[in-house]
């Protein structure tokens, strides 16, 4: 068990983004930058602002969170060594939590919905890919296996009216919406607050799993597809199994592996 202000380091540099937050003293504080082919440095840069910031170091923390991927081969192995690095040498608990779940975190918080289907762009014409749904905690929860696929053959479960979320819907957004069965197009009407980029229109007859205010007839859900990974909503994810104390979410230093989801090429 760890008391609720225990300071807490996540990392992610899974993809073109990399971030870092700190859990310090009740609060939570972000760095954030679109880098590519930067990450190997400026997520130690990111890491020793915030120290900084806070006043906080290394020896001062309870546990490290990870980006374990999917995601940039070289990428999620930066952020897994870190983890390990840094966990090894302090003798800290690590938790790895999936990029894309913190995307469909992110994405369902954004547009207040219950749950969505997250593909990323995994390049060579495949996709990264995974459902998930809103649990009680208000958490995203798997509703299936992540996979890797190319986007027309994604599998999507029969009747799904989540959101969808992620850079492949604007990389490959013709052939997922052939998996997903539906036609996107311009939502004819937005939600108050909300600024998505696409709109997913059901197809004849189906209806959302949660119709969006102020949207006629509730027949629009959201496409998300510029949301990435961030590292605040990896602890997000992270701070209730570390201060629970969650053995099934936590891993000893050694066992903080990455997620490729296919082999390196």
Known sequence: MFPVTATVLAIDTATEACSAALHCGGTVRRRFEIAPRRHNTLIFEMCESLFEET???LGDLDAIVFGRGPGAFTGVRIAASFAQGVGYARGLPVVPVSDLRAVAQAAMERHN?????VA????????????FRRGEDGLAAPAGDEGVAPPEQVPVAAGFRGICAGSAWRVHRDALN?????ALEKAQAMAPGTTPERALEGA???MPERALEGVPGGAARICDEDLLPDAAVMLQLAL?????GDANAIVEAANALPIYL????
């Open 113 to 117: 919905a219950a749950s969505a289907l």
């Open 55 to 57: 006043g906080a170091g």
């Open 120 to 131: 990323m762009d995994a390049r060579m014409g495949e996709v990264y890919y995974g459902c």
């Open 178 to 182: 052939k998996a997903l069965g539906n």
């Open 240 to 244: 209730p199994v570390i201060i629970a």
């Open 262 to 265: 296919r082999s390196p090429v």
């Open 204 to 206: 004849p007859g189906t």
